[in-house]
């Protein structure tokens, strides 16, 4: 605004604006002589009153073309309003005509930024129009440009961004670099004013933010330009978004940019000689704080094709020395420069351009150049660099520094990556310090770290707040403290690991700090808390230490919960009182198992107040044993007589009835919910409309309906008909051991161990489990004609995975002699003969990098290194050789060979009938059959294989009947029916999953946690195959409850199956056949307690005559029932719904109405032509005014010899009700033997026979035959 010319009469230029009409005479406005923003604020209220704002008014031309949001009519108004404001249309957009006043015109393109940072802003004014701009300016004269500011329309409001100091002080449009602060939210740059230019030129506009883009809106946006002797455009900058360049640990608080930009369009564009060479180079770039290079990017339009070419290099500032060479398509794609840059603190961009096409000009638009805030080391080092993060790319080994990694800066990363920081056990005494001489807030982070070998500390921490260590091993640290932690509070460590230390944990005067996911064994004393409070391990396994955990002095209000404390020779845990006493801490939810001097607990005398051994019976997840609650802990010992072992539990709810007494001395404590063991079954029972046992039903579908009750999750299910052809429960129980699994369907297909181990079992979901290493352990159930199912299935199991591993192995074998490479396999062979191993010949599908070590057996299990070959070699697909260092080999020895691989190609092969091995490793000094060349031979049949294959089995027939797989990491369930693929992501494979695949000839589907997640057509028998059922085979995780059915489940039953204390089990089976059925439900609680409900029959009976023994309703016209059996109901018995029906009772009794009114055989619905016969009906009560048989306008029936037995007062034997007409009561034997009852009662029923009939009446008012309104009846 203060670049715009005075206004004497602004008021002058509305009628131009406003056409002259009286409806607007409202909208006159005062405004005042030489107020630019006055003057331009009401043009824009006035424009905005007469044509309402769409995103932005007075576009310009090309830039509303691009706007899909304005409307056709918008555009019209733009064109008037333009008009009358003096722009005229051109080729190049709108542009003002000559000697009129500026004006400013809006775009719609915004940045947001997420914080305040700066901008960069180039403007150049080449001798061509470059490509890549999308909105020009274009001055048909002489003129001199300014740029003024950027604005943002903000809540509503147009805010304004100050200017910074003008700092072109040259009349220069080549790389014109100025800075400004963008407020966050908002974008804005530092204006270039008075710069001439010739007539006719084009300027461009570029701007590249230095800051992280959050994204990029569609809001109102302008960059004011205008020219004094004419020419106006409107802009829509590029933006160079730079997001991708930023590592997710960087931070800006140190001013540090973290990209660079310089455009050199001006220079490049002159390199159009034929033949001739240009080179280019970039100021020097020096970033302002520590630093590490990251990625070079470039974007050119060099093109093969025209005869072009461009390399980059990037330069040592200080002598121009090369340290990188780039190619263009390198640099396309963006170059990480990280580690050829590293030696130079500053640098220079450098391009060399050469072409032969004179007609073709090659450009360079942009390029740039990105650093982080990373130190890379390979050795002991200081890290003294506030607010960095160090890197370590190689192990540390055998360091006999004092100390080797010292943390003196503040809010410092180091990042391991897995490397060692190894001491040599002599000189050596700590790894990693971090030490200050007073309390600092430090804000240090330590990850990824495997330190070993130090003589005092692994690491040490003094006087630093709130550190953060995860994902750390300090192990072997046999003469000091894996974790020295003193005076250091607010810290914390997760997923950290002490083995084989003098102390694991040792916390002196540190207060608050939150331990989660540790492990601590083989210590002196695993975890030691001194003059500590507040403190909070959770998740910890402290196991086979001399204490678990020892708490000494005045350590208050401490927490241990949710953990493991077994093996510990003295106490799992010590409260030892010294001089001060510990107290108020808190023991919870953990499992003691520790059969020491002092066996689980070891408490002094004398500790004045309580420490507790128990939270409030509360919702959680136990340590140990099913159920939902959590209160104390569970206390056993190796002999299993603990005392939550022996401890009374009469109500079952998996809490011992007493308190365990832990006091000793004046020392108080006592676990007031010690944990037991859930011994009692879940209920589980048929309810209604669930089919009587023995019952009969005339149609082709039923609905079972079962109830359930435990105080844990159940899993529960109905074996209908036999279908269950498998189920192992892995419990070992009756007759169960290490190699034979029963299967506890009524089919007897029994598993038994295969492989040369055996898995072993574990605690699973409900119960016991299988654990499986992913080698050579699997259950082979056999293939019984029960497993060749056809037509319908459903797998089903629990499944917890474990993360790939090696088994066997030793711990150093990955980093010392195969590099940490990702996947790998352990395979142990016996030499044939004696000779020498000098080349291993392998077979991969594809191209890969690999790696070869070969160990000696000790009992069983790779032993001592012989021989490796560690550096990444590429074999291409099919056969190839390595190269192995010589190692002699003796007949008859058994060796072990560790094989590394950077991607999951190995080994394996893909057959009809499941997977096979290659017999692919074989030695150079045998012979070896034409396939694989000569002059090799494979080793004996590969008997252990430990680590990676490219698919677990869970369950497997084969793919080409069925299986249930997943994939490699976990993340994908497979299901197969004939080699049919279906498949679903899981999420957290390493926690307890339900899987379920069930097909039904036209769909097969997959189920998660009990809900459908896929779902594929697929018609036709299912394939038989002479394969073995295995379940586990080449699979390494946890495997529970797995079951087979030859049907389908429906969706309830595999909701009921995954938790029925959440879903209810019910059944909807249809298209049944006659014949009988049988069927048992069962549920199963987490402590493998099982229930199970009698086993029913159900005939299905659909051809006339239909055969009933249960009261029901009878629905079908035109059927014939016959009673098979007496029958019963509490009040009435069956309901007539159709016409032409036939009650045969076959002499058979219905009792009815046993405990409340009801009727024997209602018929009140009115139906027709019905017949009841041959029944003996007895009332089971004295209830009046109940009914033997009841008609309701009902005609052309037959009632006929039926004996009828009434007690009730009041009770009827035969009513004919309203107008029932021309029906048959005939040779019936009556007793009504309540007062007041009726034999025969008639209401308003005409035209009736009554013949034969032998009734009894001994009650106190009782009629024989009582008449009411009813005429023309036919009494004999």
């Known amino acids: 605004d203060n670049n715009l010319p005075s206004y004497s009469t602004e008021t002058s230029i509305l009628p131009d604006i406003i056409p002259p009409d009286t409806s607007h005479t409202a909208m006159t406005m005062s405004l005042t002589a030489g107020s630019p923003s006055s003057f331009i604020a009401a043009i824009k209220s006035l424009i905005d009153r007469?044509?309402?704002?769409?995103?932005?008014?007075?576009?310009?031309?090309?830039?509303?073309?691009?706007?899909?949001?304005?409307?056709?009519?918008?555009?019209?108004?733009?064109?008037?309003?333009?008009?009358?404001?003096?722009?005229?249309?051109?080729?190049?957009?709108?542009?003002?005509?000559?000697?009129?006043?500026?004006?400013?015109?809006?775009?719609?393109?915004?940045?947001?930024?997420?914080?305040?940072?700066?901008?960069?802003?180039?403007?150049?004014?080449?001798?061509?129009?470059?490509?890549?701009?999308?909105?020009?300016?274009?001055?048909?004269?002489?003129?001199?440009?300014?740029?003024?500011?950027?604005?943002?329309?903000?809540?509503?409001?147009?805010?304004?961004?100050?200017?910074?100091?003008?700092?072109?002080?040259?009349?220069?449009?080549?790389?014109?670099?100025?800075?400004?602060?963008?407020?966050?939210?908002?974008?804005?740059?530092?204006?270039?004013?008075?710069?001439?230019?010739?007539?006719?030129?084009?300027?461009?506009?570029?701007?590249?933010?230095?800051?992280?883009?959050?994204?990029?809106?569609?809001?109102?946006?302008?960059?004011?330009?205008?020219?004094?002797?004419?020419?106006?455009?409107?802009?829509?900058?590029?933006?160079?978004?730079?997001?991708?360049?930023?590592?997710?640990?960087?931070?800006?608080?140190?001013?540090?940019?973290?990209?660079?930009?310089?455009?050199?369009?001006?220079?490049?564009?002159?390199?159009?000689?034929?033949?001739?060479?240009?080179?280019?180079?970039?100021?020097?770039?020096?970033?302002?704080?520590?630093?590490?290079?990251?990625?070079?990017?470039?974007?050119?339009?060099?093109?093969?094709?025209?005869?072009?070419?461009?390399?980059?290099?990037?330069?040592?500032?200080?002598?121009?020395?090369?340290?990188?060479?780039?190619?263009?398509?390198?640099?396309?794609?963006?170059?990480?420069?990280?580690?050829?840059?590293?030696?130079?603190?500053?640098?220079?961009?450098?391009?060399?351009?050469?072409?032969?096409?004179?007609?073709?000009?090659?450009?360079?638009?942009?390029?740039?150049?990105?650093?982080?805030?990373?130190?890379?080391?390979?050795?002991?080092?200081?890290?003294?660099?506030e607010g960095m993060t160090y890197v370590m790319t190689s192990d540390i080994t055998n360091s006999g520094a004092s100390l080797c990694i010292n943390i003196s800066a503040n809010d410092v990363t180091l990042d391991c990556q897995g490397h060692k920081i190894d001491g040599n056990d002599i000189t050596a005494d700590e790894g990693i310090q971090v030490y200050r001489t007073s309390s600092t807030d430090a804000g240090v982070t330590i990850k990824n770290c495997v330190v070993t070998d130090w003589t005092l500390y692994g690491i040490y921490l003094y006087n630093v707040n709130h550190t953060n260590i995860t994902g750390v091993n300090s192990s072997s640290n046999l003469g000091g403290r894996a974790f020295n932690i003193i005076d250091s509070s607010l810290g914390t460590f997760t997923n950290i690991t002490a083995i084989s230390n003098s102390i694991g944990f040792y916390v002196e005067d540190s207060f608050s700090n939150s331990f989660t996911d540790i492990t601590s064994n083989s210590n002196s004393k695993g975890f030691y808390i001194s003059d500590s409070s507040f403190n909070n391990v959770t998740n910890a396994t402290l196991n086979y230490n001399t204490y678990g955990i020892h708490i000494i002095y005045s350590s208050d209000n401490n927490i241990i919960a949710d953990s493991i404390i077994t093996g510990n020779t003295d106490a799992g845990l010590y409260l030892d009182q010294s001089t001060v006493d510990p107290e108020y801490n808190k023991i919870y939810n953990n499992f003691f198992?520790?059969?020491?001097?002092?066996?689980?607990?070891?408490?002094?005398?004398?500790?004045?107040?309580?420490?507790?051994?128990?939270?409030?019976?509360?919702?959680?997840?136990?340590?140990?044993?099913?159920?939902?609650?959590?209160?104390?802990?569970?206390?056993?010992?190796?002999?299993?007589?603990?005392?939550?072992?022996?401890?009374?539990?009469?109500?079952?709810?998996?809490?011992?009835?007493?308190?365990?007494?832990?006091?000793?001395?004046?020392?108080?404590?006592?676990?007031?919910?010690?944990?037991?063991?859930?011994?009692?079954?879940?209920?589980?029972?048929?309810?209604?409309?669930?089919?009587?046992?023995?019952?009969?039903?005339?149609?082709?579908?039923?609905?079972?309906?079962?109830?359930?009750?435990?105080?844990?999750?159940t899993t529960a299910f109905i074996d209908w008909n036999n279908s269950l052809v498998g189920w192992w429960r892995f419990n070992q129980e009756t007759g169960e051991n290490n190699t034979f699994f029963r299967d506890w369907s009524t089919y007897g297909n029994n598993g038994t161990c295969s492989g040369s181990n055996c898995s072993i079992y574990t605690t699973g979901k409900f119960g016991q489990a299988l654990d499986f290493d992913g080698a050579d352990d699997y259950v082979n159930c056999g293939n019984d004609s029960s497993l060749d199912i056809t037509s319908a299935i459903t797998i089903e199991a629990w499944v917890k995975s474990d993360s790939p591993k090696l088994i066997g192995l030793p711990d150093d074998a990955t980093q010392d002699h195969l590099g940490g490479?990702?996947?790998?396999?352990?395979?142990?062979?016996?030499?044939?003969?004696?000779?020498?191993?000098?080349?291993?010949?392998?077979?991969?599908?594809?191209?890969?990098?690999?790696?070869?070590?070969?160990?000696?057996?000790?009992?069983?299990?790779?032993?001592?290194?012989?021989?490796?070959?560690?550096?990444?070699?590429?074999?291409?697909?099919?056969?190839?050789?390595?190269?192995?260092?010589?190692?002699?080999?003796?007949?008859?020895?058994?060796?072990?060979?560790?094989?590394?691989?950077?991607?999951?190609?190995?080994?394996?092969?893909?057959?009809?009938?499941?997977?096979?091995?290659?017999?692919?490793?074989?030695?150079?000094?045998?012979?070896?059959?034409?396939?694989?060349?000569?002059?090799?031979?494979?080793?004996?049949?590969?008997?252990?294989?430990?680590?990676?294959?490219?698919?677990?089995?869970?369950?497997?027939?084969?793919?080409?009947?069925?299986?249930?797989?997943?994939?490699?990491?976990?993340?994908?369930?497979?299901?197969?029916?004939?080699?049919?693929?279906?498949?679903?992501?899981?999420?957290?494979?390493?926690?307890?999953?339900?899987?379920?695949?069930?097909?039904?000839?036209?769909?097969?589907?997959?189920?998660?946690?009990?809900?459908?997640?896929?779902?594929?057509?697929?018609?036709?028998?299912?394939?038989?195959?002479?394969?073995?059922?295995?379940?586990?085979?080449?699979?390494?995780?946890?495997?529970?409850?797995?079951?087979?059915?030859?049907?389908?489940?429906?969706?309830?039953?595999?909701?009921a199956s995954y938790n029925a204390g959440l879903y209810r089990l019910e059944a909807n089976l249809t298209d049944l056949e006659e014949g009988a059925y049988t069927y048992t439900a069962y549920a199963q609680d987490e402590m493998g307690n099982l229930n199970n409900t009698e086993t029913r029959t159900l005939t299905v009976d659909t051809i006339p005559p239909y055969s009933i023994n249960t009261c029901q309703s009878l629905t079908i016209e035109n059927g014939i029932y016959e009673l098979v059996g007496n029958v019963s109901s509490d009040a009435t018995c069956f309901t007539i719904e159709a016409d032409n029906i036939t009650l045969d009772c076959a002499g058979y009794t219905i009792n009815y109405s046993q405990s409340s009114v009801g009727y024997a055989i209602n018929n009140s619905g009115g139906s027709d032509n019905i017949t009841i016969k041959n029944c003996n009906v007895v009332q089971g009560s004295t209830s009046q005014d109940a009914y033997a048989i009841y008609g309701y306008e009902m005609e052309n029936s037959t009632i006929d010899n039926n004996i009828i037995t009434t007690y009730g007062s009041y009770s009827h034997a035969v009513c004919l009700n309203s107008s029932s007409i021309l029906n048959n009561i005939t040779n019936n034997t009556i007793m009504a033997y309540g007062s007041w009852g009726y034999g025969i009662y008639l209401v308003s029923s005409d035209s009736n026979t009554i013949a034969d009939n032998n009734i009894t009446n001994p009650g106190d008012g009782a009629h024989t035959l009582y008449a009411v309104s009813s005429s023309y009846l036919n009494v004999s």
């Not at 009469?650 to 011994?679: E, K, Q």
């Not at 020498?836 to 077979?843: E, F, L």
């Not at 069925?962 to 993340?971: I, P, Q, R, T």
């Open 593 to 713: 198992n520790n059969s020491g001097t002092n066996e689980n607990v070891l408490i002094d005398t004398g500790i004045a107040n309580p420490n507790y051994f128990n939270t409030t019976k509360q919702s959680g997840t136990r340590i140990y044993t099913a159920g939902t609650d959590i209160g104390g802990n569970f206390w056993t010992n190796s002999t299993g007589n603990g005392y939550s072992d022996t401890c009374a539990d009469s109500n079952g709810d998996g809490f011992c009835d007493t308190a365990y007494n832990l006091s000793y001395g004046s020392s108080v404590a006592y676990d007031h919910h010690p944990l037991t063991y859930d011994t009692a079954s879940p209920t589980i029972d048929f309810v209604s409309p669930s089919p009587d046992d023995n019952e009969y039903i005339n149609k082709d579908y039923t609905y079972i309906n079962v109830t359930t009750n435990d105080t844990s999750n």
């Open 50 to 385: 007469i044509f309402p704002p769409d995103n932005g008014y007075a576009q310009s031309k090309n830039n509303a073309k691009k706007t899909k949001s304005i409307k056709d009519k918008k555009i019209e108004r733009e064109l008037e309003v333009a008009e009358r404001l003096g722009l005229e249309s051109t080729s190049k957009g709108w542009t003002k005509k000559q000697n009129t006043d500026s004006l400013k015109i809006y775009t719609d393109h915004a940045l947001y930024t997420d914080s305040d940072s700066e901008i960069i802003i180039t403007v150049e004014n080449p001798s061509n129009r470059p490509e890549n701009v999308d909105l020009t300016t274009y001055f048909p004269s002489d003129s001199k440009v300014n740029i003024d500011y950027i604005h943002v329309l903000d809540s509503g409001s147009w805010s304004e961004i100050s200017q910074a100091e003008r700092k072109d002080s040259k009349n220069s449009w080549n790389n014109n670099k100025k800075y400004d602060k963008i407020p966050k939210g908002h974008v804005s740059a530092t204006p270039l004013t008075g710069h001439n230019i010739p007539a006719n030129s084009v300027i461009q506009f570029r701007m590249t933010y230095n800051t992280r883009m959050h994204d990029i809106f569609t809001e109102e946006f302008y960059v004011e330009v205008f020219g004094d002797k004419g020419g106006y455009g409107s802009l829509d900058p590029e933006i160079s978004q730079t997001e991708g360049w930023w590592r997710d640990n960087f931070t800006d608080e140190t001013g540090v940019d973290s990209s660079y930009n310089i455009t050199v369009v001006s220079e490049m564009v002159n390199l159009t000689a034929s033949s001739s060479y240009g080179n280019i180079s970039s100021n020097s770039i020096s970033p302002t704080a520590s630093f590490a290079w990251d990625t070079f990017y470039a974007n050119d339009s060099v093109s093969a094709a025209q005869g072009t070419n461009i390399t980059y290099k990037i330069l040592n500032a200080s002598d121009n020395s090369t340290l990188c060479s780039i190619t263009e398509d390198q640099a396309d794609t963006g170059y990480n420069i990280s580690t050829c840059a590293s030696s130079a603190s500053s640098i220079r961009l450098f391009a060399n351009l050469t072409t032969t096409d004179t007609s073709y000009t090659p450009e360079l638009y942009d390029w740039n150049v990105s650093w982080s805030k990373e130190i890379y080391i390979s050795g002991c080092s200081v890290l003294d660099q």
């Open 821 to 1055: 490479s990702e996947y790998f396999i352990l395979d142990k062979f016996t030499a044939s003969a004696n000779g020498t191993i000098n080349t291993i010949r392998v077979h991969h599908n594809a191209p890969v990098k690999v790696k070869v070590a070969i160990y000696d057996d000790d009992g069983g299990e790779p032993g001592t290194l012989l021989n490796a070959v560690n550096t990444n070699q590429s074999v291409s697909s099919g056969w190839s050789n390595i190269n192995f260092p010589s190692t002699q080999v003796t007949s008859g020895t058994v060796y072990w060979l560790a094989y590394a691989s950077e991607a999951d190609y190995h080994f394996w092969q893909q057959n009809t009938g499941g997977i096979q091995k290659f017999k692919s490793i074989v030695f150079s000094s045998f012979t070896f059959p034409s396939s694989a060349g000569t002059g090799f031979t494979p080793c004996d049949d590969i008997s252990h294989i430990a680590g990676y294959n490219d698919k677990k089995l869970i369950i497997s027939k084969g793919q080409d009947a069925y299986a249930l797989e997943m994939s490699l990491d976990g993340s994908t369930l497979k299901g197969y029916i004939n080699n049919s693929e279906i498949t679903a992501s899981v999420s957290a494979p390493l926690e307890w999953h339900h899987y379920a695949l069930t097909y039904n000839g036209s769909n097969q589907k997959l189920y998660l946690y009990g809900n459908q997640t896929n779902s594929t057509s697929l018609t036709g028998n299912i394939n038989t195959n002479a394969n073995n059922l295995t379940i586990g085979k080449y699979f390494n995780g946890i495997i529970d409850e797995v079951r087979i059915y030859n049907r389908a489940l429906t969706a309830e039953e595999i909701n």
